[in-house]
């Protein structure tokens, strides 16, 4: 079976903070691929990050970073000095090759303060 | 690079009433997707096109639950009729296949949504 969780389901921080989200997933399939979305108030899903099962090397794109680990199964999405436009909700998804459907978390709601 | 349209934004219908919803994907993806969103949950995929044909509509209620997508461009995704359990967004997503070949793991680029509540 393949599963997504997001166990934090909501997370507030102050501007500048960095915060950490947590994603699990579970699949028997060797090659799958991870996904982030950012849901902001407005509706839009916007595609963040995708990552194949076979590359384990972390990512940096500016104040994003995401730690992938096999071992744990996780992809956890961390924000650097977090900004008020940073307030989202945030999807982790999976996509394995053989199920060919692509499965959310039930999303962590981030809200960072001035 | 036009991303993906929806309309309409907002829907507000009496249980029972139809209603329908567009979407263009981006220019060139062959593949469409629409996704139910309820309030609180990851959005959970209702019906999959190949260009003009369905790949999986496997969780779609098809006794009140329709699309199309018939020139292989845009499409349109309607309830008919309407139940109060039907409030939720409805997301509209496409991807390009990479390569030749479809590849079943291509990232999906999603429109705005059209949120619609039935009363």
């Known amino acids: 079976a393949q599963k997504v969780t997001q166990a934090q389901t909501e997370i507030s921080v102050v501007e500048k903070e960095d915060v950490t989200l947590d994603c699990v997933y579970e699949t028997r399939d060797t090659t799958y691929y991870l996904f982030w979305y950012k849901q902001p108030p407005s509706g839009e899903l916007v595609f963040l990050i995708r990552?194949?099962?076979?590359?384990?090397q972390n990512e940096i794109s500016g104040r994003y970073s995401w730690n992938f680990q096999k071992s744990t199964s996780s992809f956890n999405f961390t924000i650097t000095a977090s900004q008020v436009v940073d307030s989202a909700v945030y999807f982790c998804?999976?996509?394995?090759?053989?199920?060919?459907?692509?499965?959310f978390g039930t999303g962590t709601r981030l809200q960072v303060f001035p | 690079e036009a991303g993906v349209a929806q309309s309409p934004r907002y829907k507000i219908i009496e249980k029972r009433q139809s209603v329908a919803f567009w979407c263009n994907p981006i220019?060139?993806?062959?593949?469409l997707y629409w996704y139910q969103q309820i309030l609180g949950q990851g959005p959970k995929l209702l019906i999959q096109f190949q260009n003009n044909g369905v790949v999986d509509d496997s969780q779609l209620p098809k006794d009140r639950f329709s699309a199309e997508r018939l020139k292989g461009v845009d499409s349109t995704l309607k309830i008919q009729p309407a139940k109060l359990e039907d409030s939720a967004v409805y997301l509209c997503a496409s991807s390009l296949p990479m390569g030749g070949d479809w590849d079943r793991t291509d990232t999906q680029y999603f429109g705005p949504g059209t949120r619609l509540t039935v009363l």
């Open positions: 998804a999976l996509n394995s090759y053989n199920t060919d459907k692509l499965i």
């Open positions: 220019s060139g993806h062959a593949t």
């Open positions: 990552r194949n099962s076979f590359d384990e």
